[in-house]
């Protein structure tokens, strides 16, 4: 079965970059996505990235993918205070399901 | 142009009750999924329905039961609930394989 998993948490100074990792185990999924949820809402869809693609920009945040490595990164540039929150890596199954990370805290530091 | 919706916002039951949820998916969207969100974990696939029928289901018991309406909206039912049916439940909807998926705000769920 799919099993996504992500390093739980991560620190970073405002104004650095930050980047956030996930490995995935379905070679067949055809999109991958990153969701931010704060404390207390529901999950913000922030990007995704069609399978067939290494890279993706959008604004501050760019999405890397290693299909051979199963790997997705997020890199977001310019961290600021408003970033802190919980993201999530999820693959897309054949059902259009989604199957989620653990999620990763960032945490920003003035 | 509205997204996902989500109703109630929180909702406070008794052990052995039985609750319903529910989801407007986003303009245009014909796919609706819940996830349930326990504390401190990521998102768990209950089901997906298109077409007013329950089309993939995950690792969650009969007591978990939907619908689907004409209009694409859905309902999420629990019986006889558990304690550890509390959770944040979220909706998400869709349209074939090649949207975006987004959330709605969730429904905050605690069973006492």
């Known amino acids: 079965g799919e099993d996504v998993e992500q390093s739980l948490f991560l620190s970073v100074r405002e104004g650095d970059s930050s980047v956030i990792n996930c490995t995935y185990t379905?070679?067949?999924?055809?999109?991958l996505y990153w969701y931010k949820q704060e404390p207390g809402a529901g999950l913000q869809l922030l990007t995704y990235i069609f399978s067939n693609m290494d890279m993706k920009q959008d604004q501050r945040l760019t999405v890397l993918l290693n299909k051979k490595d199963k790997h997705l990164s997020l890199r977001i540039a310019d961290t600021q205070t408003g970033d802190s929150a919980i993201y999530f890596c999820a693959e897309r199954g054949g059902a259009n399901n989604l199957f989620f990370g653990t999620g990763t805290r960032l945490t920003v530091i003035p | 142009d509205a997204g996902v919706t989500q109703s109630p916002t929180h909702l406070i039951k008794t052990r052995g009750q039985q609750v319903t949820l529910r989801c407007s998916p986003k303009?245009?969207?014909?796919?609706v999924s819940w996830y349930q969100q326990a504390l401190g974990q990521g998102p768990q696939f209950i089901f997906q329905y298109y077409e007013e029928e329950e089309r993939q289901r995950g690792n969650f018991p009969d007591r978990f039961s939907g619908h689907q309406f004409p209009n694409y909206s859905s309902e999420l039912n629990v019986n006889a609930l558990l304690l550890g049916d509390s959770a944040l439940y979220l909706c998400?909807?869709?349209?074939?394989?090649?949207?975006?998926?987004?959330f709605g705000p969730g429904t905050r769920l605690t069973v006492t």
């Open positions: 303009s245009g969207h014909d796919t």
């Open positions: 379905d070679s067949s999924s055809t999109y």
């Open positions: 998400a909807s869709s349209l074939g394989g090649a949207e975006p998926i987004p």
